[in-house]
């Protein structure tokens, strides 16, 4: 590309030196020819001027002493007594072709010269003009040499970060290079490659959030079946345990839908009026065995017969990531406390070990940030995302000892319920 650039600029400023030259070297051997004449008759003037005067002085009009004193000419006198008569002249020169011509009264004085005495004149004109396209060209030359360096390694670089997108690197081309076109091709690749990178980075969070999300039900799952196995000989405890490690499989089933959702883009719900203490009981029925196994107390306190508007399974995922949360990073008894203000449901989860480090108090939201050697750092952000999802907000309340709240749109049933809401086991 930069051969042509080079060509190209070449050949328009060959084309600008010959349209502008040839006409002014035209016009300069006119112009050169145009003043030798002029000379010319200015020597014929003074020749035949000077032999009038000596005419009219009653002196002999010495012609051959005035055709001498130009050597380099062919001068012609003419008297016009008698009239037409040659008096001198010189040898004319090979190649007359510029003549000078002055009469008076009595004399006619023509001058001749070889067309070397303006050649010369005209050739160092002409050398001029060449000299000058010459330095024209090379100037061309060199302005082309730095304009296609300046397009040609833009456009290289262009093309080699469109090379690397289209080849799945899509690191941003970060350069702009004064050219406004060239600027706009750079800052559409540079939107195309974060385009791709927050694509990459979602299907990337998804994997992750798909990961942790499954854990957890899948380990409440797999206690359930150890449960059922210990408790083989028992067959009303077989069957509770059966039906509790069915509405796990359901609830894997739910997860499995709604992270599905997530990378489709699309809603995994309508919010719907649900009641919060079922919602707890079926989250204590499902936990208790993990805290009874670390000989660890759930205990359930505060307001019943509360409502809210939640995504079926989005507010029990969130309570069962606080629960793990507590049962992992936690100590002590956990508690769940239900209660409400006059625009929410809040429902919090408590334990008593040694809460959130200080460092970590204000990060503790963030992804990949945990408080415990070994931990994922997505439980909380993702529950606080999955809470937003719904108009909801999961907040630290207390750091030490640890107090989690999760924050739902209060709601308020058509009619009362017609008994009472289990919560679980107190």
């Known amino acids: 590309m930069q051969r042509r650039l080079l060509i190209s600029t070449l050949v328009v400023a060959v084309v600008a030196v010959l349209l502008l030259g040839v006409p002014l070297a035209f016009d300069l051997s006119r112009l ?3 003043q030798a004449s002029q000379e010319l008759r200015h020597e014929a003037s003074y020749l035949a001027t000077g032999l009038q005067d000596r005419y009219d002085s009653g002196l002999p009009a010495d012609v051959a002493q005035v055709a001498r004193s130009l050597s380099d000419r062919y001068v012609t006198v003419v008297e016009r007594q008698p009239a037409g008569r040659v008096k001198e002249g010189v040898k004319p020169p090979a190649h007359k072709t510029i003549t000078g011509k002055y009469a008076t009264k009595n004399f006619t004085v023509t001058v001749e010269a070889d067309n070397s005495f303006v050649s010369g004149q005209v050739t160092s004109g002409l050398l001029m003009i060449g000299w000058l396209a010459l330095g024209a060209l090379a100037v061309a030359v060199g302005l082309a040499l730095l304009q296609a360096r300046r397009l040609s390694r833009p456009l290289r670089e262009l093309a080699g970060a469109a090379d690397r997108l289209g ?8 350069r702009r290079y004064g050219v406004p076109e060239l600027d706009r091709m750079a800052e559409g690749l540079d939107g195309s490659a974060k385009r791709i990178n927050d694509l990459l980075t979602a299907e990337r969070d998804f994997a992750v959030d798909a990961s942790h999300q499954l854990r957890t039900p899948l380990t409440a799952l797999s206690m359930r079946l150890e449960e059922m196995v210990a408790a083989a000989n028992y067959p009303d405890v077989v069957r509770e345990e059966g039906a509790a490690a069915l509405a796990q499989t359901e609830r894997l089933a739910e997860v499995v839908g709604q992270l599905l959702g997530r990378a489709r ?3 995994s719900g309508t919010p719907a009026l649900a009641s919060v203490d079922d919602i707890v009981a079926q989250q204590i029925v ?3 065995p993990a805290f009874r196994r670390v000989s660890r107390k759930l205990e359930v306190i505060g307001e019943k ?7 079926p399974g989005t507010a029990a995922q969130v309570v069962a990531t606080l629960l793990d949360n507590a049962l992992v990073h936690g100590a002590g008894t956990v508690t769940i406390r239900t209660s409400q203000t006059p625009r929410s449901v809040v429902i919090e989860v408590r334990d008593e070990g040694k809460g959130v480090p200080p460092e970590l108090v204000t990060r503790i939201f963030e992804r990949s940030v945990s408080g415990a050697p070994g931990g994922t750092g997505l439980g909380l952000s993702l529950a606080r995302t999955v809470a937003a999802a719904d108009g909801g907000q999961v907040v630290l309340v207390r750091p030490r000892p640890a107090v989690f709240a999760l924050f739902l749109p209060h709601g308020v049933p058509e009619t009362p319920p017609d008994k009472p809401v289990v919560s679980g086991p107190a």
């Open 32 to 34: 050169r020819t145009g």
């Open 167 to 174: 080849s799945g690197d899509a690191r941003p081309l970060g």
């Open 265 to 267: 883009r699309s809603v």
């Open 286 to 288: 499902e936990w208790d």
């Open 305 to 311: 017969g509360l409502f809210a508007y939640v995504t």
